[in-house]
């Protein structure tokens, strides 16, 4: 199984972010996905997951703000980042069964 984020980057508060997960060596159909995100001194935290039938739930801090999403013809995990927060400043992760991917950043100025 390989995971690989992109789509992270340097962002203003208040603007918007979208970043993908390609997925491959798994039936990504069936798969639940997750987003999780870390930043710095602070433990991982999931932040939102979406199953096989696209029933999605997400962390407090996140709700109305973020979308996730999954195409899988394409085995592409999405999250749509919008409205950023400074404290939404870290390395976002996306993870399937205890295998994830290597991260992208995510830095949000005030």
């Known amino acids: 199984v390989q995971l690989v984020e992109s789509g992270g980057g340097l962002v203003q508060a208040g603007g918007s972010l979208r970043l993908s997960c390609k997925a491959s060596?798994?039936?990504?159909?069936?798969?639940?996905m997750n987003w999780h995100r870390q930043a710095p001194g602070t433990q991982r935290e999931l932040v939102a997951a979406i199953t096989s039938s696209g029933s999605t739930n997400y962390a407090d801090s996140v709700k109305g703000r973020f979308t996730i999403s999954r195409d899988n013809a394409r085995r592409m995990l999405y999250l749509q980042m919008n409205s950023l927060k400074p404290e939404d400043t870290a390395v976002y992760y996306c993870e399937t069964r205890a295998t994830w991917g290597q991260g992208t950043q995510v830095t949000v100025s005030s």
């Open positions: 060596g798994l039936n990504f159909a069936i798969a639940t």
